[in-house]
Nanobody, 123 residues
Framework: QVQLKQSGGGLVQAGGSLTLSCAASGPMFSRYNFGWFRHTAGKEREFVAAIKWRDGVTTYADPVKGRFTLSRDNGRNTVYLLMNSLKPEDMAVYYC????????????????WGQGTQVTVSS
C-alpha cells in the first residue's frame, strides 16, 4: 500500500506558476502509475494529468495541455505537477492519485489518494 503526501499549491496571480508535489511512501514506488485530479465546489472531479510507471508517458486533459507538465522522480519517490500560465478556471483543490493500474480520466478510480491541496488563482 502506498501513502501520498501532497505539498505546494497556494495563491498565485493569473499567468503565474505553481508546482505541486506528491511524495509517496511505501514499497514499489516505481511500479505505480500516478495522476492528478482537481475538484471545484459544485462541479464533478476533473482529470488533469497522468503518468505511466512503465515508460513515463504522460497524458493531459485538454484544458491544461501545453501549460501543465507532470513528471516523476523515482529516486525521491515523488511526482511533480508544474503548472504554468495559470488561469482563474484552474482554481481548485488538486489531488494526487496512484494505482498499479493505469490512471485514466474515467472509471475506475485510482486506489490511493493524497490529502488535496488548494490552488487559488487571482485575476
Amino acid at each position: 500500500q502506498v501513502q501520498l503526501k501532497q505539498s505546494g499549491g497556494g495563491l498565485v496571480q493569473a499567468g503565474g506558476s505553481l508546482t505541486l508535489s506528491c511524495a509517496a511512501s511505501g514499497p514499489m514506488f516505481s511500479r505505480y502509475n500516478f495522476g492528478w485530479f482537481r475538484h471545484t465546489a459544485g462541479k464533478e472531479r476533473e482529470f488533469v494529468a497522468a503518468i505511466k510507471w512503465r515508460d513515463g508517458v504522460t497524458t493531459y486533459a485538454d484544458p491544461v495541455k501545453g501549460r501543465f507538465t507532470l513528471s516523476r522522480d523515482n529516486g525521491r519517490n515523488t511526482v511533480y505537477l508544474l503548472m504554468n500560465s495559470l488561469k482563474p478556471e484552474d482554481m481548485a483543490v488538486y489531488y494526487c492519485a496512484a494505482d498499479f493500474a493505469e490512471v485514466v480520466a474515467g472509471p475506475p478510480e485510482p486506489a490511493y489518494w493524497g490529502q488535496g491541496t488548494q490552488v487559488t488563482v487571482s485575476s
